[in-house]
C-alpha cells in the first residue's frame, strides 16, 4: 500500500521557536512505516506575493516562477497538509500569507476556469498557530476565516486547529503538556478526528 504522503509548512521566520517546536511535536511522532512527510520552512524558500494579474483566470497556472512550483508540486500530491504559523497582528503572518495568497490559482482553476481540482479526493488539512499574548478566547478567530478558505482552496478538509497562547512567557519548548497533545496527534495522525484545541 502507498504510504500516505504529508506535507508540513513551516510559516515562521524563525526557524527554531514556537512555531517550529509545535510542528516537529507532530512531526516527530509520525510513524515512517505508513507515512512520508516533507516539510518545508517558507523562510528557506523565495515565493513571491502574488500579484493579482488574473493570468490564473484565463489559464490554468501562475505566471510567477519561484519556488511556489514546489510547494504547488506538493499541494498536488499531498494527503495531509500541515501547516503551522504564528499569529501576527490577529491572523496568519504575511510569510504564510504570501504562500495561501498564490494558491488563488486552484480557486481560479475551479471557479474561473471550471476545472476540477483534486473535487474527490479525501485528504486533511491541520492548521497549528502559536500567539504570544495572554489566553483570550479570540486571538486566533482572525487566523480561521483564512485557513478555511485556504483548505478549500486546495480541496482539504479542515479538521483540526491547535493553538497555543502566550507564547512570549512560556515557550512551547516548555511546556511538556502541550507537547505531549502535540506528539498525541502525530501518533494519531491517519485516524484523528475533529479537533479544536487552544491552549
Ligand atoms: C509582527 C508581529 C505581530 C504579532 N502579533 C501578535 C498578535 O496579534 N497576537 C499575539 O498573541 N501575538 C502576536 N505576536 C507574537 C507572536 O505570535 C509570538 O512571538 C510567537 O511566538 C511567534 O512565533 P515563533 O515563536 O514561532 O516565531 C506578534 C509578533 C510579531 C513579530
Known amino acids: 500500500m502507498d504510504r500516505t504522503k504529508i506535507l508540513a509548512i513551516m510559516g515562521s521566520p524563525r526557524i527554531n521557536k514556537n512555531t517550529n517546536i509545535a510542528l516537529e511535536s507532530i ?23 502574488c500579484t ?5 483566470g484565463i489559464k490554468e497556472g501562475c505566471t510567477q516562477k519561484d519556488d511556489m512550483d514546489i510547494i504547488y508540486n506538493e499541494f498536488d500530491n499531498s494527503d495531509i497538509i500541515i501547516f503551522a504559523a504564528p499569529l501576527y497582528f490577529n491572523s496568519v503572518n504575511s510569510l504564510s500569507k504570501a504562500v495561501i495568497d498564490r494558491c ?10 471550471g476545472e476540477d481540482y483534486k473535487r474527490y479526493d479525501d485528504r486533511k488539512g491541520i492548521f ?4 504570544g499574548a495572554p489566553y483570550t478566547h479570540d486571538q486566533f478567530l482572525g487566523s480561521i476565516p483564512v485557513m478555511d478558505y485556504f483548505f478549500r482552496a486546495v480541496n482539504a478538509d479542515y479538521i483540526g486547529n491547535y493553538f497555543i497562547s502566550n507564547t512570549d512567557k512560556v515557550s ?18 491517519l485516524d484523528i478526528k475533529e479537533f479544536h484545541i487552544h491552549k
Open 27 to 49: 512531526l516527530n511522532e509520525i510513524k515512517e512505516d505508513n507515512c512520508v512527510v516533507t516539510k518545508y520552512n517558507l523562510m528557506d524558500l523565495n515565493i513571491s506575493h
Open 52 to 56: 493579482g494579474c488574473e493570468y490564473c
Open 104 to 113: 488563488q490559482k486552484y480557486w481560479s482553476l475551479k471557479y474561473s476556469l
Open 128 to 131: 497549528i498557530s502559536v500567539g
Open 172 to 189: 512551547v519548548k516548555d511546556n511538556k503538556d502541550v507537547r505531549e497533545e502535540l506528539k498525541d496527534i502525530g501518533r494519531n495522525i
